[in-house]
């Protein structure tokens, strides 16, 4: 290519012509100038890291193993992280600027926090469910209740049958008072904005404050001491919706006003009432959202054991009534077994508490593959069943008329 | 757009503002329902309510100085633990996590904030507690080795804990303070990181180039744009997660051995909140007994309103803030 040292450029019209002079390249002038490194590592960096972590590790076990009488596992992780800082400095400051040891310096601190927020999470879920391993790998565990289960039996007897019935139906009880509830507050909240909407979202705002221990004593002194209501599992979903209402209102508030004016506006143009505009645009781009925000309410109300607590009263046995005698819930159970003395009873516990860790997670991912989409986005079907839709809209319009028929179909689908 | 609403709107906006009313007299209930009850026992105490430390509804001698002051420094010790761990997660995830990892971060965060809190709690109890911070016969940890090096310093002082006696027993180390504290801790850290996260990643564009032009390092920009945007921000997520932190109850009454005096040695076994006393003492209170819990409760509940708001309103008063939705 160097050796073509002429090109022939040839105007649109092909009338004018022009020569374009492209310098000689020699191998020389190649060598020259050697391709620069783009990329965000530099090797001196890496070599640096590595280097400033063996060194660190070395010199702590040497002073932890022969100079000092220090022995303690975290003293030792401290140590080194110290270690390892300073000699990473020195080792960035022999070629860098002052600046750039700081910038590394900020890196690897932050790095490091970020670390420690992940393995605590990593410890807590794999513990619990390390624990738990022993009393789920009984398939007992999971069709039995704990009437037979004294501290002396194995875990081959008994389960936590009575607690997930419990905990499903407590929250089922739940969801059905704060879903349909919390989202025409949320509406209101934010479709019909005035001086009382302001009120009323500041007192749920004030409400997300109210501890859950005290949601729990308000419905233990109101509608147990007062209405007369039993301890059952009745009482527990109203202290759980007490405890949920605000939450889901808020995350509903904050969604349907994410739904972009522009919709609203359209709508209104058509000359759609207000009630169709929320019902057929406000409520549909945001529904994805407020999935999302009713399944996270759940994961917290599926999870609180303080309002529980004083409201649902403990049993060993399934009671599948909610309304009469104590049905008890899965975080309950787990407080309740880690506190009694007995081993066997702690490994039930953890085998609860992993049963509860998969059920938030699961409600977890659901929420992640429902929701994650913004406003106005769509799914594949939702797309799909748009396009039949607006084809038979075409469809009808055209009948209206006569004249013609539409548009191919198969068009229109493969849009 | 009022002037000719169809029935159907009418219907619609009536039905909404009815939703909105229901909501508000549910909560209005609770608080209304909450002070009416605490009355009863208020009038017995009066201010000295918020001075004794002791808890004997019967004999008409209750105060919550001492367990307040107890929820006070387990929600001080968990935000001074969660607050360096949060903010800087928050910042690796928004300004040095890219593409699918950020994301995948983002979802963790959002996972530890649903994990319940017995789990917490159950970690804190047969893991945290006797296996990493007082350990083996002599209650080796970190508790300890800060009470052996710095008891000097008042707070972290331990009665009965002398250095030389090779019998001493190691549980005037365990339920403490610091222990719920580091628990609490755990679960106040992702609400701080989420907020703090979204308001670092709202930091403009156009100043972040801007720093970058000028030849900042990645920390110069974070220091000098990032973290001067998102100060309101931070402060507000710390404000908001001390609320969550003062109403924790399960984890903590797991951990402590309740006391009703107040207990300012945080590293020395005995500490009081006030949630965990409502806990421990509904199952037999007696009616006056109950009163006086639903005072104790609306004390709480008065604290943490009064954080909460604080936080919102710095919150909103900040440049940060102004566009995120705390």
């Known amino acids: ?415 | 757009m009022n002037a000719n609403l169809g029935l159907a709107d009418r219907l619609f906006r009536g039905g909404a503002r009815a939703g909105g009313a229901a909501v508000l007299l549910i909560m209005l209930l609770v608080g209304a329902f909450l002070t009416f009850q605490a009355l009863e026992a208020l009038r017995v105490s009066g201010w000295s309510f918020v001075t004794t430390q002791a808890w004997d509804p019967e004999a008409h001698h209750f105060g919550i100085a001492g367990v307040l002051t107890g929820t006070v420094l387990i929600a001080l010790v968990a935000i001074s633990v969660s607050v360096p761990l949060a903010i800087g997660a928050a910042l690796y995830i928004s300004e040095y996590a890219r593409g699918g990892f950020q994301r995948t971060l983002v979802s963790l965060v959002d996972l530890m904030a649903a994990i319940p809190s017995v789990v917490y709690g159950i970690w804190g109890l047969f893991l945290l507690q006797p296996h990493w911070l007082v350990s083996g016969t002599q209650g080796d940890g970190l508790p300890r080795w800060l009470a052996t090096y710095f008891g000097w310093i008042p707070f972290l002082h331990v009665d009965g804990y002398d250095v030389n006696d090779p019998l001493a027993s190691p549980t005037v180390f365990t339920a403490s303070t610091l222990i719920a504290g580091i628990i609490v801790s755990m679960m106040v850290t992702p609400i701080i990181c989420s907020i703090t996260r979204e308001v670092f990643s709202q930091a403009p564009v156009g100043e972040r180039e801007g720093a970058y032009a000028l030849g900042a390092t990645r920390w110069g920009m974070i220091r000098m744009v990032v973290l001067p945007f998102a100060r309101g921000g931070m402060i507000g997520a710390t404000m908001l997660g001390l609320g969550r932190a003062l109403g924790e109850t399960i984890a903590v009454y797991l951990i402590i051995s309740p006391v009703f005096v107040i207990q300012p040695h945080i590293l020395q076994t005995g500490a009081s909140s006030v949630s965990a006393l409502i806990a421990q003492q509904v199952g037999f209170a007696t009616d006056f007994g109950l009163s006086a819990l639903m005072a104790a409760g609306l004390a709480l509940f008065l604290l943490t309103l009064v954080v909460n708001f604080g936080a919102s309103m710095i919150i909103n008063r900040t440049r940060s803030g102004s566009v995120s939705e705390a």
């Open chain 1, 1 to 415: 290519m160097s050796k073509l040292a002429t090109e022939v450029a040839i105007a649109p019209d092909g009338a004018a012509k022009s020569e374009t002079t492209v310098p000689v390249r020699t191998a020389a002038a190649e060598r020259a100038e050697p391709r620069r490194a783009t990329g965000a590592v530099a090797r001196n960096d890496v070599l640096a890291l590595v280097g400033a972590a063996i060194a660190a590790i070395s010199t702590t076990v040497v002073v932890f193993g022969r100079l000092a009488p220090f022995d303690s596992t975290l003293g030792f992780a401290v140590f080194t992280y110290v270690v390892f800082l300073a000699i990473y400095m020195l080792l960035v400051s022999l070629e860098q600027p002052g600046p750039i040891v700081r910038d590394r310096l900020a890196m690897v601190f932050v790095h490091s926090l970020a670390f420690v927020a992940l393995v605590a999470l990593a410890v807590v879920v794999i513990y619990t469910l390390w624990r738990g391993v022993r009393a789920l790998s009984h398939l007992n565990f999971f069709v039995q209740d704990m009437s037979n289960a004294g501290p002396l039996q194995p875990l081959t007897v008994g389960g936590v049958l009575h607690a997930m019935i419990g905990t499903l139906e407590q929250i089922a009880i739940a969801l059905a008072i704060t879903v349909p509830l919390g989202i025409v507050c949320a509406v209101f909240l934010a479709e019909i904005p005035g001086p009382f909407s302001r009120f009323v979202r500041t007192i749920v705002e004030a409400m997300t404050a109210l501890p859950s221990i005290v949601a729990g004593l308000f419905i233990y002194a109101s509608a147990i001491l007062v209405l007369g209501l039993d301890k059952s599992g009745l009482a527990a979903a109203l202290a759980i919706s007490v405890m949920m209402l605000p939450i889901i209102i808020r995350a509903a508030d904050v969604v349907i006003r994410l739904v972009p004016g522009t919709l609203r506006e359209a709508s209104y143009a058509l000359g759609s009432s207000q009630w169709r505009t929320v019902w057929h645009v406000v409520l549909p781009t945001a529904r994805s959202g407020l999935t999302t925000a009713v399944i996270l309410g759940t994961a917290r109300g599926i999870g609180e054991t303080s309002p529980v607590l004083l409201t649902a009263g403990f049993t060993a046995q399934i009671n599948a009534d909610p309304t009469h005698d104590p049905q008890i819930s899965l975080p309950l159970l787990v407080f309740d077994l880690v506190r009694r003395p007995d081993p066997v009873m702690w490994d039930r516990g953890f085998g609860a508490a992993s049963v509860l860790l998969a059920l938030v997670l699961l409600l977890f991912v659901t929420a992640r593959v429902l929701g994650g989409r913004s406003a106005g986005q769509l799914s594949r079907g939702q797309r799909r069943r748009r396009r039949i839709g607006s084809y038979r809209d075409a469809v009808r319009i055209a009948n209206r008329h006569a004249t013609a028929k539409p548009a191919d179909p198969v068009e229109v689908l493969d849009d």
